[in-house]
């Protein structure tokens, strides 16, 4: 049983007629993904890739009983869309758009915090359940069924490690990367916790960057309460103060978010922390021996 989507995982694509959500219901399709509906205003009655398309979430919702919604939609009207999608009922939202103002970000994660609807993202690449499902842009072909569980909060990183993991016949159980911030729905520590009473998963590899709390946050969750291995590998350690790095929550101010900081607390916690991708396949093989 993979984390957070699955084989009945019922998928609702928001903004599916653009360029990303064309291309990316047909991956999600081809990758076994339940996709029974999508939405984009005034391209209602059309079809991608054979899913209708609806006009409005509740028109969906009238004919299909999704759980799950997707969103490729542009960061204009994106607020609006969530608030759409999560008075559907929905326990799933993934957003992958990008550049949304931060107060709309807020709102919308509380806004799905109080409709018990768990928002991964924004900005992410979402989830991956190898050889089962996908919601999200993971590339399949870099991961395979396993018993190794991922998360990230870079996408690419997340497929680079998955890909180093499968060729060396370390296959995942559930592989999710959350986005790079500066603010997130499911965090790192939301992750560890589910991998933590997953039945299905041996071994937890926390992928992390420099800047903010996410790290140190999950570090003390995983001292307090983790009992399955922990591989981490944080990357930006060589990083310059003060100098935000490709994600928008990578920077480092004073002493808070550096690297150094996030080792000693995850190190701390009993997580055993490398250096580059050969380091971590060495010691997940040693912890699924």
Same mark, same amino acid.
């Given at each position: ?53 609806? %006009? ?30 999560? %008075? ?108 933590? %009473?997953?039945? %299905? ?89």
């Amino acid at each position: 049983m993979s984390i957070l989507v699955n084989k009945d995982s019922r998928v609702l694509v928001a903004g599916i007629t653009g360029k990303s959500g064309r291309i990316q219901t047909e991956v999600m399709l081809a990758a076994g993904t339940n996709i029974v509906a999508g939405v984009t205003p005034g391209k209602g009655g059309q079809e991608v890739c054979g899913v209708p398309v609806y %006009d409005y979430m509740a028109d969906a919702k009238k004919e299909h009983d999704f759980d799950t919604v997707i969103s490729f939609v542009p960061p204009s009207v994106l607020m609006d869309s969530c608030f759409e999608a999560i %008075d559907t009922g929905i326990k799933l939202l993934v957003v992958t758009t990008e550049g949304i103002p931060l107060q709309q970000v807020v709102k919308i994660i509380e806004y799905a915090k109080a409709h018990d609807c768990v928002l991964v993202g924004p900005g992410c690449a979402g989830i991956i359940a190898p050889e089962v499902c996908k919601v999200g842009s993971h590339p399949t072909r870099f991961f395979k069924k396993g018993r190794v569980g991922i998360v990230s909060k870079s996408g690419a990183l997340s497929y680079e490690i998955g890909k180093t993991l499968s060729e060396a016949g370390l296959g995942q159980s559930t592989v999710v990367a959350i986005g790079g911030g500066p603010m997130w729905g499911f965090t790192q520590k939301d992750a560890v916790a589910l991998f933590q %009473d997953d039945p %299905d998963t041996d071994v937890i590899v926390l992928l992390g960057e420099i800047g903010g709390s996410q790290e140190e946050l999950a570090a003390d969750y995983i001292k307090e309460h983790v009992t399955k291995p922990v591989v981490s590998l944080i990357v930006g350690r060589n990083a310059p103060q003060g100098k935000s790095l490709g994600h928008a929550g990578a920077i480092v101010s004073g002493n808070v978010g550096t690297a150094a900081t996030k080792l000693a607390r995850l190190t701390d916690a009993g997580a055993v922390v490398v250096k580059n991708g050969n380091e971590l396949v060495e010691q997940v093989r040693k912890f699924m021996r």
